[in-house]
Nanobody, 121 residues
Framework: VQLQASGGGLVQPGGSLRLSCEAS????????MGWIRQAPGKEREGVSC????????HYTNSVQGRFTISRDNAKKTMYLRMNNLKPEDTAVYYC???????????????YGQGTLVTVSS
């Protein structure tokens, strides 16, 4: 399994970013996928997940209404659109595979180095 996250950067509070995750080495369109983040000095937490068809999504409470997960199975790519970013969103964001998108905080495995998102004025 290889997952390459990209699209992070420095953004001001209230700004937006779109993260991308390119997948290879497994059957992407058979896999539930999601995003995990780890803020400085904190444990990793689930951010969002999506089932293989894209019909089921879950978000952690703190990003509900601001972040949108999506996927393009033909391109083997997953996205995370992040709007109205807040300083507490600062973290390294990782792509993840999920056993199933039932509960965003469990059942995932992360791969790759992640991409750093910094929200600061």
């Amino acid at each position: 399994v290889q997952l390459q996250a990209s699209g992070g950067g420095l953004v001001q509070p209230g700004g937006s970013l779109r993260l991308s995750c390119e997948a290879s080495g497994f059957t992407f369109d058979d896999a539930a996928m999601g995003w995990i983040r780890q803020a400085p000095g904190k444990e990793r937490e689930g951010v969002s997940c999506m089932d293989k068809s894209g019909n089921i999504t879950h978000y952690t409470n703190s990003v509900q209404g601001r972040f949108t997960i999506s996927r393009d199975n033909a391109k083997k790519t997953m996205y995370l659109r992040m709007n109205n970013l807040k300083p507490e969103d600062t973290a390294v964001y990782y792509c993840a595979t999920y056993l199933a998108c039932i509960y965003v905080h469990a059942g995932y495995s992360t791969y790759g180095q992640g991409t750093l998102v910094t929200v600061s004025s």
